[in-house]
């Protein structure tokens, strides 16, 4: 039986791993070969990294999908942890509203919302501004990671905020000094979740952004695809130096991201 697990992980392994492996060893073959089912490069270059970096607007796309994905980090943490403080600590009414409400954003389809809120970002001059790209991933983002921050803050005793309270701690003295060192893990977990759906975000971006200077890196890579019919080298090198931040953001804040999942799911 423990063989079976064994084969079982590692058949698992490689379906998710092969792929990247795939995509990474293709961005190093010299062109006339990267079509080729060839497990490991015959000629290693760097030909489509040069061609990729010196001669499309990737670092152009890479430097909008930065500011994107961190704008809307910073944006939506500042926004989740208040609101979820009010939902989830605090006795108002219509407590129970808000916390439906918010479910009921989270599950609206944004296909459904295209052509009104390009009407309602031209309406107020931010169409083709990375703004736009901000607000629309705050807004789809912002209802998932309220309901996940649930699990921290009620793992918290209630009880602590009325003892500060008894001692003459206020509300936002009680949320910042007492309650956010606690719920870290959870902060870790909704700055990841926001940082990768907007880096990865595409169909508000294709409607949002009209000129090349702002376009960001999903949009940016599918017109090097097109315009350029199909330049595989490019596309692969692309793909590996698009993973590499997301990668790189893991590695620092990825065990957080997985601990506040797991403790959020269960708490």
Known sequence: MRVFKWIYGILLVLLIVFPFYWVTIS?????????????????WTLQHYRELLFDTPYLLNLKNSLIVSFGTMIVTVMIVVPASYAIYRMEFKGRNFFYKLILAT????????LVPVYQLMSKVGLVDSLWSLIIMNVTFGAPFATWL??????????????????D???????????????????????????????????????ILITSDEYKVLPIG????????TVKWGWTTAGAVLTLLPVLIFFAFAGRYFVKGLTEGSVK
């Open 221 to 228: 890579l599918s017109q090097i695809m097109g315009q350029y």
């Open 106 to 113: 989270y599950i609206f389809p944004a296909m459904l919302l």
């Open 27 to 43: 961005s190093f073959k010299v062109p006339d070969q990267i079509l080729q089912p060839d497990l490991w490069p015959k000629a």
């Open 149 to 166: 921050m649930s699990g921290f803050f009620k793992a918290i005793p209630k009880t602590l905020d009325e003892s500060a309270a008894i």
């Open 168 to 206: 003459g701690a206020g509300t936002m003295r009680i949320l910042f000094q007492i309650i956010l060192p606690l719920i870290a893990p959870g902060l870790a977990t909704i700055a990841v979740y926001a940082f990768v759906v907007s880096w990865t975000e595409f169909t508000f971006a294709s």
